[in-house]
């Protein structure tokens, strides 16, 4: 295989501005899809502007271990997809370079592409999920209201609906508190007190309301019971549903998804007794490697449609790649799916994806350094053709 430095650089070069627009692109729509996350912690938490911006920091790389492998195939496309339109693999075959002596240039594209990635799972990763916590933390600590409105029912804990007609933010007092609390299947609870005060427990990293001079009525719909009880005074634990989901209990082990490699390896290491947490360790580990390894994978794929579709335009070239990124994504998630039913191995769940793309790409790169064309628009019409079968038949 003959390497030439200047075409390597060349085409090296070619793919770096395509990565960064690429990057640049799908983390924002990535951070899209989390608007309506934003805005509720903006409205209903009171989350001042530069906690935000730390949120979105510490959620990014959850993204980039998938942005940055389709971006490095976007690139890589988007460069022979350029190069086969603008007749320069004809310009190069003909100097005497092959479709071969085009890899070294583009796996080193892809081994930086991996190497970001891998950085990403191994190390940003639980760096992120653990500062998410933190920062929740800090906030369920400082905001007791948690965001609740007055004259609004609020749905955010767990089985109960509270609604407070005033809130004092001076005495950081709730006035005139009715709560419908449905946590027990067997008795039904409605609480009603004119006076109340939240709590936020450190320790146990719970929230508490404690009720005065107020009265409970419970509704027993097995039994028909109706018992009606006066208090002085009344504590309430609340769950929340859907904020501050991040916080872990103390004492609790730390979750896989949060470890460090090294203690991720460690924590394997140690293993007494298989249970499913093990498993899910076992599934984190592989994941670390499997989709760092796609760049790589989806690179090669790249080299080949972006040779094959010389005639096509580069929109048909773009979709067909995304829709392969799709279909390795969809692999992915079917088999993490799969695999936490214990269905098959961790090793297979997270590899299969990488397999079954990675023979379609040698096998196209094969017959592309054979110069044996595969009509893609022959599947485009057949496609097409199954379609106008089934519109006619309805």
Known sequence: MKINSIVSRYLFKEMVSPFAINTLFFTFLFLMAKIL????LVVNYNMSLPKIGLMLIYIIPNFLIFVIPMSVMMAVLLTFLRFSSDNEIIALKTGGISIYGLLPPVLTFCLIGCILTALITFYAMPWGRLSIEKLTMEI???????????????????????????????????????????RSEDMGSTIIAPRGVMLFEKETLSFRIRLFDGFINQVGPKNKSV????????????????????IEKKGQRKDEKKMYFNELLDYIDNFKNKN???????????????IPFACFVLGILSVALGTQLKSATRSFGLGLGIIFFLLYYLILSLGYALGESRFYPPLIG??????????????????????????FFAVVDLLERIKLHFIKER
């Open 276 to 290: 499913s947490k093990d498993y899910d360790a076992l599934f984190e580990l592989h994941k670390k490697f499997s």
């Open 140 to 182: 369920a600590q400082t905001n007791f209201e948690i965001g609740l409105k007055e004259r609004t029912f609020n749905d955010n804990f767990k089985n109960v609906m509270l609604y407070v007609n005033r809130i004092d933010l001076k005495n950081n007092e709730l006035i005139d508190i009715f709560i419908e609390d449905g």
């Open 37 to 40: 996350f934003i805005t509720n």
């Open 350 to 375: 997270m590899w299969v994806p990488n397999i079954f793309i990675g023979s379609i790409g040698i096998y196209l790169f094969i017959r592309t350094a054979k110069e044996r064309p595969v009509n």
């Open 227 to 246: 018992n009606s009880i006066g208090f002085n005074t009344y504590d309430i634990n609340l769950d929340l549903k859907n904020a501050f989901s991040e």
